[in-house]
């Protein structure tokens, strides 16, 4: 398997202008996460899906945040309008989770700068 | 909020010492999982351990946790250069229903050739 696949792993975009990230999950697997990464923050939750089906969102931190997963292999992060300070590193990861299995598998990343 | 703090926040170390990073949390868990990052990489799972156990090796790796105190030790015994990185603990709610985890602010180690 070729793990998870993130994309684009570079963006360089106006403030203003929509982004959309996208992720590939490793085949098989039940969950899906999105985090967001800053030397401020450190590394933040925004949003999971089991199932395809949104459990948590409490991380996203505003309207202009949207995410989806309209099937098993596949999910995107919308930031529409972008900030300058929503500049970060933004990381999807899967797992195959269940009483035994927590594991999660991180992409690459994306690296997000507005300006 | 339950996020794990580690401590140090940086360590370096010379080549073949052994390395220990700490976790606290501030809530109950289910279990606790160190992760490892590379510079410009994703994050990389370590080990996990269970709230009923106390202890768990990996290779080079040790891992205790207390849930009485609500902490974590990771040692890495004699370290190599390829090492050096940042190291996070992620813990879950305590509820056996959620697979959300929330990742400390992790341990920047350094380890010299």
């Known amino acids: 398997d070729a ?7 570079h963006e360089v ?3 203003g202008q929509e982004v959309t990230l996208r992720c590939k999950p490793i085949s098989g697997h039940n969950s899906l996460f999105w ?10 939750l925004l949003i999971y899906f089991n199932n395809n089906v949104p ?3 409490s991380g996203m931190p505003e309207d202009r945040f949207s995410a989806k997963m309209p099937n098993a292999s596949f999910s995107t992060l919308k930031i529409q309008p972008s900030e300058p300070r929503d500049s970060a590193v933004y990381f999807c ?4 989770t269940g009483l035994l299995y927590n594991e999660q598998f991180f992409g690459p990343g994306t690296r997000l700068t507005v300006l | 909020s339950q996020q ?3 401590d140090p926040q940086a360590l370096s170390i010379q080549e073949g010492e052994n390395a220990t990073m700490n976790c606290s949390y501030k809530t109950s868990i289910n279990n606790l999982q160190w992760y490892r990052q590379n510079s410009g990489r994703g994050l990389v799972h370590l080990i996990l351990i269970r709230s009923n156990e106390r202890e768990k090796h990996s290779g080079r790796l040790r891992v205790t946790l207390d849930t009485s105190k609500k902490s974590s030790s990771l040692l890495i015994t004699a370290s190599r250069a390829a090492d ?10 305590g509820d056996s ?5 929330i990742f400390g602010t992790g341990t920047r180690l350094k380890v010299l050739a």
């Open chain 1, 35 to 44: 985090y967001r990464q800053t030397m401020m923050r450190g590394l933040e």
């Open chain 1, 3 to 9: 793990g998870v696949i993130q994309s684009p792993r």
């Open chain 2, 4 to 6: 794990g703090e580690e």
């Open chain 2, 97 to 101: 229903g959620t697979y959300k985890y």
């Open chain 1, 55 to 57: 459990i948590d969102d």
């Open chain 2, 84 to 93: 050096t990185a940042s190291y996070f603990c992620a813990t879950d709610g």
């Open chain 1, 93 to 96: 990861a899967s797992s195959l």
């Open chain 1, 13 to 15: 975009t106006e403030m």
